[in-house]
């Protein structure tokens, strides 16, 4: 099963999941922080420019060597889709390998499907937009876990305690943005996990640190003078498939409406 498939798949899971109704809020980062009070100095964002990024795919490695995830697997933790949306009004979406080698030919990796090539003329627009957990606020896959091993921080960071993990797969098939994997070498749940290790020591996460073009950046929700707060609290930015309910900490810039 490719991402897509599993994505498709979980969207149909999670429609039947009982998502409280206050879930259904639309996102505002004031209100969440007014909500959470003084609990924790710091609540970590991730903020993405989707026109900054060219998908070369930098980022990807980087969690990967990182994380101790196989390079040459197809598991990974972020990853970067190109849309190419046509003047007919067609969108195409393709990640090969996660864009772990980065985007090396203008074909669109349609999976079963070949490859599909779109000439220049006939081309809208084409952009890259990194994925990524969206360290949700109201996570779909830590309420579904049936023994906790899957929890959120007080600053904010959904984890994956590979100790408790039993490998059942409910939070993979929870989570509507398909970023959540198997991990055949400890058969446990896999995930994005914003570098805690390292932001919990005041670095940066490594697909951070691995931009070349500053499309990635981390952020305290709780610092007002954070630029990445700041730019957050501006209004300018969207999140991804908002209308679940899981409050993604993941905030886009110039997100288009092309993205899922
Ligand atoms: S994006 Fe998915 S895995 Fe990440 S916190 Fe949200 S529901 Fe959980
Ligand atoms: S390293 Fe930066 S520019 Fe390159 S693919 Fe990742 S986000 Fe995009």
């Known amino acids: 099963m490719n991402r897509r498939d599993f994505l498709k798949n979980s969207i149909t899971v999670i429609a039947g999941l009982a998502v409280p109704l206050s879930a259904l809020e639309l996102i505002s980062p004031r209100k969440l922080l007014a909500q ?14 989707t026109q900054a990024c060219v998908g070369c795919g930098f980022c990807v490695k980087a969690c990967k060597t990182e994380n101790e995830i196989p390079h040459e697997t197809n598991i990974t933790r972020t990853w970067v889709e190109r849309y190419v949306v046509t003047r007919k009004g067609k969108t195409y979406v393709d990640s090969p390998r996660g864009a772990r080698d980065g985007f090396t030919t203008d074909r669109i990796d349609q999976g079963e499907e070949g490859y599909r090539e779109v000439k220049a003329k006939d081309v809208e627009k084409a952009f890259f937009v990194p994925k990524l957990c969206n360290q949700c606020d109201n996570p779909a896959c830590v309420q579904v876990c049936p023994v906790g091993a899957t929890y959120q921080t007080p600053d904010g960071v959904v984890l994956v305690d590979r100790k408790h993990c039993i490998g059942c797969a409910y939070c993979i098939m929870a989570c509507p943005y398909g970023v959540r994997s198997f991990n055949p070498a400890y058969k446990t749940a896999e995930k994005c996990t914003f570098c805690y290790h390292r932001i919990s020591k005041g670095m940066k996460t490594a697909c951070v640190d691995a931009c070349p073009f500053g499309a990635r950046k981390i952020g305290n929700l709780r610092d007002p003078d954070d630029p990445v707060t700041k730019t957050i609290m501006s209004g300018r930015v969207g999140v991804l498939k908002e209308q679940y309910g899981t409050k993604p900490q993941v905030y886009y810039l110039a997100l288009s409406r092309e993205v899922k």
């Open 36 to 49: 959470k009070g003084d609990e924790s100095p710091v609540r970590w964002a991730f903020l993405v420019d």
